[in-house]
Structure formats: C-alpha cells, structure tokens
C-alpha cells in the first residue's frame, strides 16, 4: 500500500507549521510579545512564572493584611 503525502502546509507529523508574519510595520514590543509571551511553545512555561509571581506577591498581600493575627497575644 503506498504512503500520501501530507495536504500542503501540514508538517508530515500532522501538526499544521507556524507561518512567519513579516510586518514591516511591527514595533520590536508587539514582535516579542508575539514570539516569546503568546507563542504556543512558550505559553506552558510563561503560564508558570505568572503562576508563580502571583502566589508571591499575593503570600506577601495576605501577609501584610492578616500579619498581626499571626502573633500569639
């Protein structure tokens, strides 16, 4: 039996390939943001540092908030 190829534009893994967008008109921030925050590689480890920052900074909130109950009277 013999093998198809894949439809044009499908890597032969089946997943479809990231196309480069080339606009001359993106600014460096809207070009990183782009490759480094929302890119779907990226996005599992980016959701995690946000994780991370966020349990911090809200472990100090709660800390400052509810501090003095912490103290034995």
């Known amino acids: 039996m013999s093998r198809r190829a894949a439809p044009g534009g499908v890597s032969p893994f089946g997943v479809p ?4 967008i080339h606009d001359p008109n993106e600014s460096a921030f809207s070009r990183f943001m782009r490759e480094q925050i929302w ?24 800390i400052r908030t509810f501090g003095e109950l912490m103290i034995p009277a």
């Open 17 to 20: 390939q990231r196309r480069a």
């Open 39 to 62: 890119a779907p590689e990226n996005l599992p480890g980016n959701i995690s540092i946000l994780t991370a920052v966020t349990v911090f900074f809200g472990g100090i909130a709660a």
